[in-house]
Each structure stands twice: as structure tokens, then as C-alpha cells.
Nanobody, 126 residues
Framework: QVQLVESGGGLVQPGGSLRLSCEAS????????IGWFRQVPGQEREGVSCISAIDASAYYADSLKGRFTISKDNAQNTIYLQLRSLNSEDPAVYYC???????????????????WGQGTQVTVSS
């Protein structure tokens, strides 16, 4: 059974950084496409980043390139999202996602994933 458990969210000042973690179980990180979404209440979920199972490359939403970094640690079965230079547009619930489908390259950023974590809240405030 696929399970995803996020942690690491919290309150950070504008310009600050956070590292989100997602503990994965029930599947092999090498053979699943994994990623992160975020959602602001009242708005649609937004694809943030993903790592393709086809070529292990990382992909990002264009508006977030350079500030966010996705990574994974297969030995720890953990997926990370490093957030930098946080601003007023970044507060949201951040969700870890996974899917066993071989999703075509960059389309993994906005793919309709089968498995979702419960989310972790990121708040940006001075």
C-alpha cells in the first residue's frame, strides 16, 4: 500500500527557507514518478515539481524554477522539496505525490497523480 507522509512545514519569514520531507512507503522510488503540489484554500492545486521515473530528471513549474529544488534519498525512502526565497505567493498546503505510471517527462509537473499525502502547511509572514 502506497503511503506518503509529509513534514517540515511551518512559519517562515519572507526571504527565508524551508525543507519539506515526504516519507514514502509501499513502493520503490526508482520506479515511481514522484513530485510536489501545493494548494491555497479556494484555489486549484498547482503542480510544483517532479522527478521522472523514466530518466530521473527533475522538472519544475516555470514560475518556481531557481527557488525550489526537489530531490530524493532512495536509502531513506524520502522525497524532499527545498524552498528558498519564500514570498507572499508561496503560503499553501504542500502535498507529496506519487504514481507508478511512466509519465512523459515534463508533464509530470501537472499530472493527475494516483497517490497523495495529507499535506503540510507553509506560512510566510514577518
Amino acid at each position: 500500500q502506497v503511503q506518503l507522509v509529509e513534514s517540515g512545514g511551518g512559519l517562515v519569514q519572507p526571504g527565508g527557507s524551508l525543507r519539506l520531507s515526504c516519507e514514502a512507503s509501499g513502493f520503490d522510488l526508482d520506479y515511481y514518478t514522484i513530485g510536489w503540489f501545493r494548494q491555497v484554500p479556494g484555489q486549484e492545486r498547482e503542480g510544483v515539481s517532479c522527478i521522472s521515473a523514466i530518466d530521473a530528471s527533475a522538472y519544475y513549474a516555470d514560475s518556481l524554477k531557481g527557488r525550489f529544488t526537489i530531490s530524493k534519498d532512495n536509502a531513506q525512502n524520502t522525497i524532499y522539496l527545498q524552498l528558498r526565497s519564500l514570498n507572499s505567493e508561496d503560503p499553501a498546503v504542500y502535498y507529496c505525490v506519487a504514481d507508478g505510471t511512466f509519465i512523459r517527462f515534463g508533464t509530470c509537473v501537472t499530472y493527475d497523480y494516483a497517490h497523495w499525502g495529507q499535506g503540510t502547511q507553509v506560512t510566510v509572514s514577518s
